[in-house]
Structure formats: structure tokens, C-alpha cells
């Protein structure tokens, strides 16, 4: 069985820095492609990162870009979000789960039917 827990969230003040983690469990953590996604309140959830098996070129939501960082620790089972500069509209809640590499999409969906976890809150205040 899947298993995913994201972490990592907390309140924090515009400008500020969080670092999210989500461990996995149940698959091949390196036969895929894994991704952030975040739900803000009364919005649908989009794709905010998405990382390749390999690393390269990994894909960032346009409002992130130059502020987010996506990496992946496959040794651990475990991927990585640096937020950094944060602004109030990065508030919500976020979801690691595994992706369709961005390489074939040029951007960052889920894959169908993964497993989500519980997610982590990020709440950035002005």
C-alpha cells in the first residue's frame, strides 16, 4: 500500500522560508516521477512542482519561479520543497504526490489516481 506524509508546514511571516518534506512508502520511490501540489482555500488544487527520475529540468508554477526549489532524496524516499521569499498567496495546503514527468507535459499533474496523503498546512501572513 502507498503511503505518503507530507511536513514541514507552519505559519510564517511574508519573506520568510519553510522547508517541506514527504516521505514515502509502498513503491519504488525512484521509478517515479513525484510532484508538489497545493490547494488554496476555495481553489482547486494546482501543480506547483514536478521532478523527473533523472533531476533535470524540473518544472515550477510561474508564481514560484526563482523562489521554489524541488529536489529529491531517493535514497531516503523522500522529496523536497525549499520555499523561500514566501508570499501570503502561497498559503494553503500542500501535497506531495507521485507525477507525470513534466519532460512529456511541460507541466505538472498528478498521475492518475495516486495516493495523497494528509497534506501540510502553509499559511504566510502580510
Known amino acids: 500500500q502507498v503511503q505518503v506524509q507530507e511536513s514541514g508546514g507552519d505559519l510564517v511571516q511574508a519573506g520568510g522560508s519553510l522547508r517541506l518534506s514527504c516521505i514515502a512508502s509502498g513503491l519504488t520511490f525512484d521509478d517515479y516521477a513525484w510532484g508538489w501540489f497545493r490547494q488554496a482555500p476555495g481553489a482547486e488544487r494546482e501543480g506547483v512542482s514536478c521532478?523527473?527520475?533523472?533531476?533535470?529540468?524540473?518544472y515550477y508554477l510561474d508564481s514560484v519561479k526563482g523562489r521554489f526549489t524541488i529536489s529529491r532524496d531517493n535514497a531516503k524516499n523522500t522529496l523536497y520543497l525549499q520555499m523561500n521569499s514566501l508570499k501570503p498567496e502561497d498559503t494553503g495546503m500542500y501535497y506531495c504526490?507521485?507525477?507525470?514527468?513534466?519532460?512529456?507535459?511541460?507541466?505538472?499533474?498528478?498521475?492518475?489516481?495516486?495516493?495523497w496523503g494528509q497534506g501540510t498546512r502553509v499559511t504566510v501572513s502580510s
Open positions: 504526490a507521485t507525477a507525470i514527468s513534466p519532460h512529456y507535459t511541460g507541466d505538472c499533474r498528478p498521475l492518475p489516481s495516486p495516493s
Open positions: 521532478i523527473s527520475w533523472t533531476d533535470d529540468s524540473p
